[in-house]
C-alpha cells in the first residue's frame, strides 16, 4: 500500500501491437509505488495524442509507408515499431500529457511536492547525461503513462503549475505545444517571419498558430474548411484550404508573395512538393510529423539551389517544458480543448481523435462521468 493511494486503480492497458482492441480496461490494476526520487500522481486528466496511436498500430516501422489511420497494420515490424525505432514492452499504458496532483513522493524526492497541481515533461532523460539524445524516452512509450487513475515519474520531470485553467484544458498542452515550440525553435522563428502551418487545426497546428504569433510571426493556417472558425479563433493570420489547388497564388492573394520564410509541418504526404515550392531563399523547413504519409518526393535542386534549411524536431531540449509552463500561466497561449471522454471509453476517444472531426485535442478524465 501506497501512502495516500490504494492498492490497485482503474486503467487502460496496451497488449500489444494492433487495433484499438489492444487498449483494455482494466478495475484492479497495480497502483506503481514511487522509490528514490519518484512521485506518486493521482491523474485528473491525460489528452490522446498520435504517438500513442502510432506507437500502439506500429505506424513507426519502416515496413509502414503510409500515412496514419489508427488500424492495424500488416506491414508493420515489431522490432522498430516505436518513434525511437526500438521495440515496446507490453503491458504498457500509454498517456503522455498528464495534469495530476501529486500525492505521495519517494524517499529521496522532495515533500513540498504533495498537494500541488503538476503537468509532467514528456521527455524522459538520463539525468547524468541530460543533452544526449540517444538516452532520451517518452512518457508512456518507454516507461507507463497517464491512462490510468495514477502514475509515477521521477520528480525532474514534474512541474507545478498555477492557473485558472481546468484540469482537462490542461492536459490539451503538454505533448502539441511542446513539440510545437521546440519546431519554432529548431527554425529560429522571430518577428517578422511568415510560418506555413499544414494540419493547422491539430494539436501541433494550432499550437504553432499560437506560439509563432507569441514571437511576433506571421501564422498563416492550412486546415479544412469545416475547421476554419476554431482556427481563426486560435489567432491564424491567414487560413488556406488544406490542399489549395494554387498555393502560390492563394499566398500572393493573402500576404502579397508567393513564398514564405519558414514551414512547420507534421503533414508531409502527396502535397509535399507543393509545401517545398512556396519556401523563399534561405528559407526554413522544420518538421515533426507525416500525418498524411511519411514518403515525399524532393527534388533537391529546390533544396540547395534555394540555400534552404532542414530540421527534424523531435526530443525537446531541457527547459523548454519550462518555458511552456510559463506561458500559461501567464495567458499567454490558450487549450483548444474539443472533447473529454471518461478513461473507460477511451477506445471510443481514440476512434473520435483518428476521425479527425475535431479541433484541438480530446482528453480523457478519470472522473467516471467523463
Ligand atoms: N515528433 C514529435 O515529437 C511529435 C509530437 C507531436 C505530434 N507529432 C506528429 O505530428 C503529426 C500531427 O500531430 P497532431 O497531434 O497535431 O495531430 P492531430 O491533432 O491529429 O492533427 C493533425 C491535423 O492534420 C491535418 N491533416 C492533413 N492531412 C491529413 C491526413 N491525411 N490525415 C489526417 N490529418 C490530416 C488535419 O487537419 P485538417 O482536417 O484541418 O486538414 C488534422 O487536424 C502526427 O503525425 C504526430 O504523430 C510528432
Redesign the pocket.
Known amino acids: 500500500m501506497t501512502a495516500g493511494a490504494p492498492e490497485t486503480m482503474r486503467a487502460v492497458v496496451l497488449k500489444g501491437h494492433g487495433g484499438l482492441e489492444q487498449l483494455q480496461f482494466h478495475e484492479d490494476w497495480p497502483t506503481p509505488v514511487p522509490t528514490g526520487g519518484d512521485v506518486l500522481i493521482r491523474v485528473h486528466a491525460c489528452g490522446l495524442?498520435?504517438?500513442d496511436?502510432?506507437t500502439r498500430t506500429a505506424?513507426y516501422s519502416k515496413g509502414v509507408s503510409g500515412?496514419?489511420?489508427g488500424g492495424a497494420l500488416d506491414s508493420a515490424g515489431d522490432d522498430d515499431a516505436t518513434?525511437g525505432g526500438a521495440p515496446i514492452t507490453f503491458p504498457r499504458i500509454q498517456g503522455a500529457d498528464v495534469c495530476g496532483t501529486v500525492v505521495s513522493v519517494g524517499e529521496k524526492a522532495d515533500r513540498k511536492l504533495i498537494g500541488r497541481r503538476v503537468l509532467i515533461e514528456t521527455w524522459l532523460r538520463d539525468w547524468n547525461d541530460p543533452l544526449n539524445l540517444e538516452k532520451c524516452g517518452?512518457f508512456g512509450s518507454e516507461c507507463d503513462g497517464g491512462f490510468a487513475e495514477y502514475t509515477k515519474i521521477d520528480q525532474r520531470h514534474v512541474h507545478p503549475v498555477d492557473s485558472g485553467l481546468s484540469d482537462a484544458e490542461l492536459a490539451t498542452f503538454a505533448?502539441?505545444y511542446?513539440?510545437?515550440e521546440?519546431m519554432l525553435n529548431r527554425a529560429n522563428v522571430s518577428a517578422g517571419d511568415t510560418v506555413l502551418i499544414?494540419?493547422?487545426?491539430?494539436?501541433?497546428?494550432?499550437?504553432l498558430i499560437q506560439l509563432a504569433r507569441r514571437r511576433n510571426a506571421t501564422a498563416i493556417a492550412?486546415?479544412?474548411?469545416?475547421?476554419w472558425e476554431q482556427?481563426r479563433s486560435a489567432g491564424a493570420d491567414v487560413i488556406l484550404p488544406?490542399?489549395p489547388a494554387d498555393l502560390k497564388t492563394a499566398l500572393k492573394n493573402h500576404i502579397g508573395s508567393e513564398t514564405v520564410s519558414v514551414i512547420a509541418d507534421?503533414?508531409?504526404?502527396s502535397?509535399w512538393p507543393d509545401l517545398i515550392d512556396v519556401l523563399a531563399r534561405g528559407g526554413r523547413y522544420t518538421?515533426?510529423?507525416?500525418?498524411?504519409?511519411p514518403m515525399v518526393k524532393m527534388d533537391l535542386r529546390t533544396f540547395y539551389l534555394r540555400d534552404l534549411t532542414f530540421t527534424?524536431?523531435?526530443?525537446?531540449p531541457p527547459g523548454v517544458f519550462a518555458d511552456l509552463v510559463g506561458y500559461i500561466e501567464r495567458g499567454e497561449i490558450k487549450p483548444l480543448l474539443a472533447a473529454t471522454w471518461p478513461l473507460q471509453e477511451l477506445r471510443a476517444a481514440q476512434q473520435a481523435?483518428?476521425d479527425?472531426k475535431?479541433?484541438?485535442?480530446i482528453v480523457v478524465t478519470m472522473d467516471p462521468s467523463g
Do not use: L, Q
Not at 358 to 361: E, F, K, L, P, Q
Open positions: 495524442n498520435n504517438t496511436v502510432n505506424w500515412g496514419t489511420t518513434w517518452y505533448t502539441s511542446v513539440t510545437a521546440n499544414p494540419g493547422a487545426s491539430g494539436g501541433v497546428g494550432s499550437a492550412m486546415a479544412s474548411e469545416s475547421k482556427v488544406r490542399a507534421v503533414v508531409g504526404g502535397n518538421c515533426a510529423g507525416a500525418i498524411a504519409g527534424g524536431a523531435t526530443i525537446v481523435f483518428i479527425k475535431h479541433t484541438g485535442n
